[in-house]
């Protein structure tokens, strides 16, 4: 774990390892790694957004919810780096790509928080 941590600001030492793959499956983790990067932007903004503009929610939850939100982008942008480093290492040493429970806990999370936000959308908020 410490040495993959190690290899997020040290790029260049992947390099070192196995064999140079085709840049095509390169720079296809790359677009994997920016699209993640763009589901935790679009996270963030949705933790924003639900604790600016749901001002009529009680604090406690508003806050729950946006925070549910804001540690999803958080958790999605670490492991989106984290992510690219061992497929790229993968990739070099001529091993299977790894595996990941990760995109299943953020699709349940951010599903539960969905859930929560249509029930105040269809029944509104009466305990002001």
Request: proline share 5%; glycine share 8%; with cysteine.
């Amino acid at each position: 774990m410490m040495e993959t941590l190690r290899l997020w600001f040290a790029p260049r030492r992947i390099a070192e390892e196995g064999e140079t793959p085709d840049y095509r499956f390169s720079l296809a983790n790359e677009r994997t790694f920016l699209a993640w990067i763009r589901t935790a932007l679009a996270l963030i903004a949705g933790g924003f957004a639900v604790d600016q503009f749901l001002p009529a929610l009680p604090r406690g939850i508003r806050t729950g919810l946006a925070l549910a939100l804001l540690a999803a982008g958080v958790l999605c942008a670490l492991r989106a780096v984290n992510h690219w480093v061992r497929c790229e290492r993968a990739m070099r040493r001529g091993e299977d790509l790894p595996v990941s429970r990760f995109p299943t806990l953020l699709s349940l999370a951010v599903g539960v928080v969905a859930l929560a936000m249509v029930v105040v959308v269809l029944f509104g908020w009466q305990g002001r």
